[in-house]
């Protein structure tokens, strides 16, 4: 068992709906990650929060909004998707970000179970 | 723009045998390599982690191997058994700050191992 948590597991979604997905770290982490992992592709990193402040957007959509409430919270809202975005989205934690003073390159991610998303 | 690439994408073993998983990268000037395991349905668990300046590291029937001047790490497991049955993952973290420490994973090996 991980110290990582993510709900729901399974998201069955049209492309008119909204819904968040909720990620949540027992480490005392201090940064948090979303991924994407389709069929056949590498995991793909979407988003990364370092101390609730967002410093990466791998050029996602903006029908994928992520907010992080504080260093143990992470959601990722959505709204109006594709169905090329079903995927499994994996959350993941670590004590730093790479660069961070301190940190740099050492911080080992802890990842969560993933929410399989399904778009009709 | 770092990639790496792993190899093969399916692997079936009866239960027993010495394996290798194998993975490649096109930049050298990594920080670190790290093996990942993912079971069906579930997150990765970290199972080795190699800094640069190493060339192994083991853990129990886990060897990992890294050659960085020639973009390759090698993954053995000895005595396969139908729990070691999961996708393995590769991933390699550039050096640098920023979105360049980001770890850049491969499609993974999928291993199936038959009793």
């Known amino acids: 068992e991980t110290g990582v948590t993510q709900t729901p597991r399974h998201l069955v979604m049209g492309m008119t709906n909204k819904k968040s997905l909720k990620c949540e770290q027992h480490?005392?982490?201090?940064?948090m990650y979303w991924y994407k992992q389709s069929a056949k592709k590498p995991l793909e990193l979407m988003f990364v929060?370092?101390?609730?402040?967002?410093?990466e957007n791998n050029s996602v959509p903006s029908r994928f909004s992520p907010e992080c409430p504080n260093s143990s919270h992470l959601f990722l809202h959505l709204h109006t998707l594709q169905p090329e975005d079903s995927a499994l989205y994996l959350c993941?934690?670590?004590?730093?970000?790479?660069?961070?003073?301190?940190?740099?390159?050492?911080?080992?991610?802890?990842f969560g179970p993933g929410t399989r998303l399904t778009v009709l | 723009k770092q990639e790496v690439t792993q190899i093969p994408a399916a692997l079936s073993v009866p239960e027993g045998e010495n394996l290798v998983l194998n993975c490649s990268f096109t930049d050298s000037a990594i920080y670190n390599l790290q093996w990942f395991r993912q079971d069906p349905g579930k997150g990765l668990t970290s199972l080795l982690l190699?800094?640069?300046?190493?060339r192994e590291q083991t853990s129990g029937r886990l060897n990992a191997s890294l050659d960085k001047s020639s973009g390759r790490s090698t993954l053995y497991i000895a005595a396969s058994q139908p729990g070691d049955s999961a996708t393995y993952l590769c991933?390699?973290?550039?050096?640098?700050?920023?979105?360049?420490?980001?770890?850049?994973f491969g499609k993974g090996t999928k291993l199936s191992v038959k009793p």
């Open positions: 993941a934690s670590s004590q730093g970000v790479p660069g961070a003073s301190g940190s740099l390159g050492a911080d080992t991610q802890y």
């Open positions: 190699i800094q640069s300046s190493q």
């Open positions: 929060y370092n101390f609730k402040e967002q410093t």
């Open positions: 991933a390699v973290r550039a050096r640098g700050g920023g979105s360049q420490g980001n770890l850049i």
């Open positions: 480490l005392g982490h201090n940064a």
